[in-house]
């Protein structure tokens, strides 16, 4: 994202956007990708609500959110793309915030990889994960991306 403090992300995350909702995806390529018709669009207040529920030491992929989404709400699978914003959002709605911290560090993209569009990038998100007793590791020759090693072991599971 751009200009984000110039943004209000805690009006983002309470705006009304017609979610959640499902939509029936015809597109056949998209149905093959993701085994069903049926993609659910949860609202991004939602992302933030299941963010605060992971607990201290412990890692949750924004995946298994997309997945925990979709299972509630009866559907084949949860949009990929406003999941990427909305978790975004939650951050920086967290960031701007005096209190009620949502601990969105926690949530990592696929394969256990920090998000650097959280508020700080890497560093920040990294920072605060090594202090939850978790190691970050880089890959990469020129473009370094940085993953919690194991994270599997210290997965979150929604229930």
Same mark, same amino acid.
């Given at each position: 994202?751009?200009?984000?403090? @110039?943004?209000?992300?805690?009006?983002?995350?309470?705006?009304?956007? !017609?979610?959640?909702?499902?939509?029936? +995806?015809? #597109?056949?390529?998209? *149905?093959?990708?993701?085994? !069903?018709? @049926?993609?659910? =669009?949860?609202?991004?207040?939602?992302?933030?609500? +299941?963010?605060?529920? +992971?607990?201290?030491?412990?890692?949750?992929?924004?995946?298994?959110?997309? #997945?925990? =989404?979709? @299972?509630?709400?009866?559907?084949? $699978?949860?949009?990929?793309?406003?999941?990427?914003? $909305? +978790?975004?959002?939650?951050?920086?709605?967290?960031?701007?915030?005096? #209190?009620?911290?949502?601990?969105?560090?926690?949530?990592? @993209?696929?394969?256990?990889? /920090?998000?650097?569009?959280?508020?700080?990038?890497?560093?920040?998100?990294?920072?605060?994960?090594?202090?939850?007793?978790?190691? *970050?590791?880089?890959? !990469?020759?020129?473009?370094?991306?940085?993953? *919690?090693?194991?994270?599997?072991?210290? /997965?979150?599971?929604?229930?």
């Amino acid at each position: 994202m751009a200009n984000e403090e @110039k943004k209000d992300f805690n009006a983002m995350l309470h705006k009304d956007t !017609g979610m959640p909702k499902i939509q029936v +995806v015809t #597109d056949e390529a998209t *149905v093959q990708k993701y085994g !069903g018709e @049926k993609m659910f =669009f949860a609202p991004p207040f939602a992302y933030d609500e +299941v963010m605060k529920t +992971v607990p201290y030491g412990k890692v949750l992929t924004i995946g298994a959110i997309r #997945d925990y =989404f979709a @299972k509630q709400n009866h559907a084949d $699978f949860t949009d990929p793309v406003t999941a990427g914003i $909305f +978790v975004s959002i939650a951050a920086w709605a967290s960031a701007q915030r005096k #209190d009620n911290e949502t601990p969105y560090w926690r949530t990592l @993209k696929a394969n256990g990889e /920090l998000n650097p569009k959280y508020p700080g990038g890497v560093a920040a998100q990294k920072e605060k994960l090594e202090a939850e007793g978790h190691t *970050v590791i880089r890959r !990469g020759r020129t473009n370094f991306r940085y993953y *919690v090693k194991e994270y599997e072991k210290a /997965l979150f599971r929604l229930e």
